[in-house]
Structure formats: structure tokens, C-alpha cells
């Protein structure tokens, strides 16, 4: 799989979205919750890793909201690039 370092967080999620699981690219948007766009929490999950694995980390879990109910993209991209800037 392609590594994605360089590439902006919201475009390369949404990409992932799109390509491996199947969302409507219509449906995307920042501020949406990602559990809305029809990801049930195993699939959820699996995008998190899909996530971590496109840009080579692991976002810990505190970064992420536990209940997962308001995690957006938006959230997920700020934990991106909070982590690629500590790299």
C-alpha cells in the first residue's frame, strides 16, 4: 500500500473511505461523524487501522473519542497531524 506522509490527512482519509469501504463520496465531510457514514464499529475500527497504516503510526486512543459517537474526520485528521508533527 502506498504511504501517504506527505499527503493531507482529509484527502487521503476520505480517499480510504471511498476506495476500501465502499462510502459515498457525497456523504464525506469534515465535521460528520464517521459512525453516520454507514460504518458499523468493526468497520469503524478497521478504518482506524487502514488510517494508521496509510501513514505509518498509531494514533493512541485518548486522541480518539471513546464512545466514538462524535468521531469525524475532522478529529481523526487532527490526531494525524498531531502525530506527524511529533514524529
Given at each position: 500500500?502506498?504511504?501517504?506522509?506527505?499527503?493531507?490527512?482529509?484527502?487521503?482519509?476520505?480517499?480510504?473511505?471511498?476506495?476500501?469501504f465502499g462510502v459515498?463520496?457525497?456523504?464525506?465531510?469534515?465535521?460528520?461523524?464517521?459512525?453516520?457514514?454507514?460504518?458499523?464499529?468493526?468497520?469503524?475500527?478497521?478504518?482506524?487501522?487502514?488510517?494508521?497504516?496509510?501513514?505509518?503510526?498509531?494514533?493512541?486512543e485518548e486522541k480518539?473519542?471513546?464512545?466514538?459517537?462524535?468521531?469525524?474526520?475532522?478529529?481523526?485528521?487532527?490526531?494525524?497531524?498531531?502525530?506527524?508533527?511529533?514524529?
Open positions: 500500500m502506498e504511504r501517504f506522509l506527505d499527503k493531507d490527512p482529509y484527502s487521503t482519509l476520505s480517499q480510504l473511505l471511498v476506495e476500501q459515498d463520496p457525497a456523504l464525506i465531510q469534515r465535521d460528520k461523524a464517521v459512525a453516520d457514514l454507514g460504518l458499523d464499529s468493526l468497520t469503524l475500527m478497521e478504518f482506524i487501522f487502514a488510517a494508521e497504516d496509510a501513514f505509518s503510526l498509531r494514533i493512541p480518539l473519542d471513546p464512545n466514538q459517537a462524535g468521531l469525524t474526520l475532522d478529529v481523526i485528521c487532527k490526531a494525524i497531524e498531531s502525530m506527524k508533527s511529533a514524529a
